[in-house]
């Protein structure tokens, strides 16, 4: 298969159905499809890097705290390979970010999964745990007349280079309630940043104590169904609901 294009091959364990291995001009990613998964369904798509020193197969560990039936997630691989943990599995990061060639490389991601899975073209997310923040703001530049919201999960970079200037863009920055003073300093700085910008922002401490923690997830779950199914009370005018929820 040609390692420049987003290409599908079978799962490697028959107990994750829903887990499908592509490459995106030669980076691995894990795409985690919805439980009942229906072809005519435009769903959303969250693209979600994780932390430095974790893996998509880390997340998949975790997925099951994110929704399974309402959008669709696609985890790519970081950059450079670490020295296995003590378990042995296999981890990697993003050494500060993506280089130009590596974030163009990625780019077309969303349009390759659109031409596989029908997409909602107005429910496009990105989010980032720890370093992966980083790589989600680099990302969100080159989509930001796409995406709709960004998660920053316990951000851990210095601040202002990568903001995203755009009206009316979605943002949830968390960080744990146990981090330095100068740690929850800065993501509040952060989020004032971004509303200096035109954006609606979120900024939550949550109870715990690191980037494997399933509230990190259960957080970032709730506020991405916030913006999918709003209620009346808040719903946005410029981004109507989904035809066919799919609440489980």
């Avoid at 001009?25 to 499809?33: E, V």
């Avoid at 042995?88 to 280089?99: D, V």
């Avoid at 104590?209 to 709003?230: C, D, K, S, Y």
Wanted: net charge positive; charged share 25%; glycine share 10%.
């Amino acid at each position: 298969m040609p390692e420049d294009k987003l290409y599908r091959r079978r799962t490697s364990s028959g107990d994750e159905p829903r887990v499908i291995r592509f490459r995106c001009h030669r980076r691995p990613l894990l795409l985690f499809l919805p439980e009942e998964y229906q072809r005519g369904y435009a769903y959303p798509l969250i693209v979600l890097f994780h932390e430095d020193g974790g893996s998509p197969a880390g997340v998949l560990a975790r997925i099951g705290y994110l929704s399974s039936r309402n959008y669709i997630v696609a985890c790519p691989q970081g950059s450079y390979e670490l020295e296995p943990d003590g378990w042995g599995r296999r981890r990697w990061e993003w050494g500060g970010g993506l280089r130009p060639a590596q974030a163009e490389g990625l780019a077309p991601l969303i349009d390759e999964v659109a031409a596989e899975y029908r997409l909602h073209p107005q429910r496009l997310y990105v989010a980032g745990i720890g370093m992966g923040a980083a790589v989600a703001e680099q990302m969100g530049q080159l989509w930001r007349e796409r995406i709709q919201g960004l998660l920053l999960l316990g951000p851990t970079w210095p601040t202002g280079e990568r903001r995203i200037d755009r009206p009316h863009l979605q943002v949830l920055i968390t960080y744990f309630r146990g981090d330095n003073r100068p740690t929850r300093g800065f993501c509040r700085r952060l989020a004032a940043a971004y509303r200096a910008g035109g954006a609606t922002v979120r900024c939550e401490g949550i109870a715990a104590t690191g980037p494997w923690h399933p509230e990190l997830f259960a957080v970032a779950n709730r506020w991405i169904m916030e913006q999918i199914f709003p209620s009346k009370r808040r719903r946005r005018t410029d981004c109507p609901p989904l035809e066919s929820p799919l609440m489980p």
